[in-house]
């Protein structure tokens, strides 16, 4: 008894409550006013007992109002409520014993009265008439309301206690299990694999109320049937997942599965959309739960779905394509919900989606590889890690822990096939005719022109290669709008592109290895030579920009050229600025034809700028300038052109002392700019830390010396965020530290006034670069200023003299 009273405990209804449930169910009704006084509170508390103990069982709140807000009880409800009283109302009028609890629970101030029928093993019908005499607006007039009769069966049904029908008896005689037809279908594996986070998020979205249409969708062979047949099994079973419906209907359009064997033609499957209404339609038949014979099969089936909790499922839905299996998906009745397999989208209307992608590499790959080997083999002596467990990586790298690609390799190795001969078929697509068909054929065929085009792209390239959107406009000949709103997005839809970031931050799309061997020798496009011309010098031009010098590349990099055009014009700039330094003419020439095929690309100026820079030109300071503006112009944020001026900015004030201030703030301005972009740059730290040290140079250090030092610790903080850090540095780093060592001493020596500190740094810049003319010299200096009498003994004993 102790259990059964944590049904009624105050931890238990607060839970409920905290819940925040605003509706009401089988199991749970609400009401705002508990009373038994009058003939007719009597009945209707009658009737919803039992229609809960016929049912499932349940709570009856009282205190709950119609807007789902606990309010608590008032004076209209009875502050009578002793079990007594109701046992002898339901002794009055149930032919059958009733087991109940209640309870009056304190819950912030507010009091509830609460009711917990258990549910009965019979059904019970009413023993007497319930009947009660309400009376009419006229005086003296009045009318006899039957609720319910001797004999009459009630249960629970939604958030409604009705008469028993033909539903209810089917449920009941099942103990109000599912009824399904899931566990009659053939099973189509032998062990369930892995995917936890997919049947998580499978449950997770038919269990939002938002969602009544939840698609799982991939290319052919991905174990979409597999997947949705566990997760309905464990449904049923309430293994994992709690189930919220009365039936699952499992219909499928199936019309072939493959086997390690070959392809085999399945002779039962749904073909079009009257079929699947006839599916279900026997299903409801079957049951004997089509109690309007004069109703239409659609008709019937539509209303079966509205008036109960049903779980359809659509296998294969792709194959189903008509306008009105769309329409009857878009007016999918609310009280229902489907599952829906399918290689490709069939219609905009909304619809939850799982997109589902082959095993992990780490795990389930390897687990299935394993299952798969030992069915096929018959033991478990050997297991595919032991035996072949090297080839593991190539064979995802091929297959993309595809299950059916995965299922053949298994049955080929457990009848002898060399790994090797397995992993060139693979490669090559040979001996997997079968499995490339039954794949992709149904789901290419149906794709634009457009489309395939794309596929064919991409199965050029021997290594897997991602491409972006402008890199397939260049290669394709098609426009953005064909590419990037059509073409791409419906590839996605059917896992026939995949999509990731590049090294350089942009997004890169690919396809399966599978669907590229496919695509190569399938695929037959009439502008295919044109294509392949399109790529030819793609690779050339691409080869060309990417074994340049480091500088170069870095540069290039730096240019965030934004597709295949401007990557071709970067790298051309970039040639321009190599002999900008010995023919001026030539280069500007270059980069002004440039600008003009390219007039919106920012990095272009910013070479311009940087080729003015190379000048001998009397105006060259102002051409350098103005070009760099058009390129922050152009991209305010544009890193390279910001830091460029401020280190043009820091040379123009050489000649300039009138206006060094003006000149030395705005070189700090444009690179706190820069800082706000990226704060990991030591080019920008090194800008900063010269442009604080001439700020404090420029300062007194007799009249304002708190200001001096603390400018030139700002500059200080500056210099060591400027440093390259790392055991494998470039020569031009190296020598970046070594520049920023003598800077930073200087600082210290002129502006702090530390000579023993600043011989540290400029020590610290030797070990960089030992030989730095600049490093050496200022050392010297520290050296006889920190102590003249140890650096005479030191410069003695080098020229060989005795010092007493």
């Known amino acids: 008894m102790t259990e059964k009273l944590q049904f009624v405990s105050k931890k238990t209804i607060k839970d409920i409550k905290d819940l925040e449930v605003k509706t009401e169910s089988t199991d749970l009704d609400y009401k705002e006013i508990y009373t038994i006084s009058d003939t007719k509170s009597k009945i209707e ?14 709570y009856l709140i009282y205190g709950v109002n119609n807007n789902f807000e606990w309010i608590g009880l008032d004076d209209r409800s009875d502050s009578d409520t002793d079990e007594a009283n109701i046992s002898n109302i339901l002794d009055n009028y149930a032919d059958g014993a009733i087991e109940f609890l209640t309870n009056t629970i304190e819950i912030e101030g507010a009091y509830f009265f609460i009711l917990y029928i258990f549910p009965s093993k019979t059904i019970i019908p009413f023993k007497k008439d319930g009947q009660y005499n309400k009376a009419s607006w006229k005086a003296g007039k009045s009318k ?63 269990n939002n109320k938002n969602n009544r249409l939840i698609q799982i969708d991939g290319i052919g062979g991905i174990g979409k049937t597999t997947f949705v047949h566990h997760f309905t099994t464990r449904l049923i079973e309430n293994d994992e997942f ?86 009857f998906l878009e007016h999918f009745p609310i009280n229902s919900k489907a599952i829906l397999t399918t290689r490709e989208t069939l219609g905009d209307f909304y619809m939850s989606r799982i997109n589902l992608n082959g095993f992990d590499e780490k795990e389930e790959f390897p687990e299935f ?21 090297e080839s593991l990586p190539q064979l995802y790298q091929y297959t993309k822990g595809m299950p059916l690609a995965g299922q053949l390799i298994s049955h080929q190795l457990s009848t002898g096939t060399p790994v090797e001969t397995v992993l060139e078929n693979l490669k090559n697509g040979k001996a997997y005719e079968d499995i490339l068909r039954f794949c992709f054929k149904g789901s290419i065929d149906k794709l634009s022109k457009i489309e395939q085009a794309l596929l064919f792209v991409f199965s050029l390239s021997e290594k897997e290669e991602l491409l972006t959107i402008d890199d397939l406009i260049y290669i394709s000949g098609y426009s953005s709008d064909d590419i990037g709103l059509q073409a791409i997005p419906k590839l996605t839809k059917i896992s026939l592109c995949l999509k990731q970031k590049t090294e350089s931050g942009e997004i890169g799309y690919s396809i399966p290895h599978l669907a590229k061997i496919y695509s190569k020798q399938y695929l037959v496009l009439k502008n295919e030579q044109d ?3 399109n790529y030819e010098n793609f690779v050339q031009e691409k080869s060309k920009f990417n074994s340049d010098s480091s500088e170069s590349v870095n540069l290039f990099y730096r240019s965030q050229a934004k597709n295949h055009k401007e990557k071709v014009a970067a790298t051309e700039a970039i040639k321009a600025l190599s002999v900008a330094y010995y023919d001026y003419d030539t280069a500007i020439t270059t980069i002004e034809r440039l600008i003009e095929k390219n007039s919106k690309f920012a990095f272009l100026y910013l070479i311009k700028g940087k080729i003015e820079d190379s000048g001998i030109y009397k105006e060259s300071y102002e051409k350098t300038k103005k070009a760099f503006l058009l390129a922050i112009e152009l991209d305010d944020q544009f890193l390279e052109a910001l830091i460029e001026l401020g280190y043009l900015e820091y040379k123009s004030r050489i000649g300039n002392r009138d206006k060094i201030k003006e000149i030395i703030q705005s070189s700090i301005d444009y690179f706190e700019r820069a800082l706000k972009i990226n704060n990991e740059d030591q080019r920008i730290y090194l800008g900063l830390a010269q442009g604080y040290s001439m700020k404090a140079r420029n300062i007194s250090y007799y009249h304002h010396k708190r200001t001096k030092e603390k400018v030139a610790n700002q500059a200080n903080e500056y210099f060591e965020k400027a440093f390259y850090i790392g055991d494998k540095l470039s020569q031009t780093q190296i020598h970046s530290n070594a520049i920023t060592s003598f800077g930073y001493a200087i600082n210290i020596r002129n502006n702090n006034r530390d000579d023993l500190r600043a011989l540290e740094i400029c020590e610290k810049g030797l070990i960089y670069e030992p030989e730095n003319t600049k490093l050496l010299k200022l050392k010297e200096e520290l050296e006889f200023k920190v102590n003249p009498d140890n650096y005479a003994k030191n410069i003695f004993a080098e020229k060989g003299w005795k010092v007493k």
């Open 45 to 58: 508390i009658a009737k919803d007992i039992l229609a809960f103990a016929n049912s499932k069982g349940g």
């Open 531 to 533: 294509i392949i011309s």
């Open 144 to 206: 006899n309301i039957a609720v319910f009769k001797t004999g009459d069966v009630y249960c629970r049904r939604g958030s409604r206690s009705i008469k028993a029908d033909n539903l209810f008896y089917k449920l009941k005689s099942n103990n109000f299990k599912v009824i399904e037809n899931v566990s009659t279908q053939p099973i189509m594996y032998n062990e369930f694999i892995g995917r936890k986070e997919y049947l998580t998020d499978l449950n997770n979205k038919l």
């Open 369 to 389: 590889l394993n299952s798969q080997y030992k069915l096929f083999c018959g033991n478990d002596e050997n297991t595919f890690s032991n035996l072949y467990g």
């Open 242 to 327: 709690k189930n919220n419906f009365d039936f699952i209907i499992w219909t499928s359009s199936k019309r072939n599965k493959y086997t390690p064997q070959g392809i085999k033609d399945l002779s039962e499957f749904i073909a079009n959309y009257s079929e699947l209404l006839k599916d279900i339609y026997d299903f409801v038949v079957d049951l004997g739960l089509d109690e309007n014979e004069n109703y239409e099969i659609e008709e019937t089936v539509i209303n079966f779905l509205k008036n109960n909790k049903v779980l359809l499922i659509v296998d294969n839905l792709e194959t189903l394509n008509d306008k009105d299996l769309i329409s």
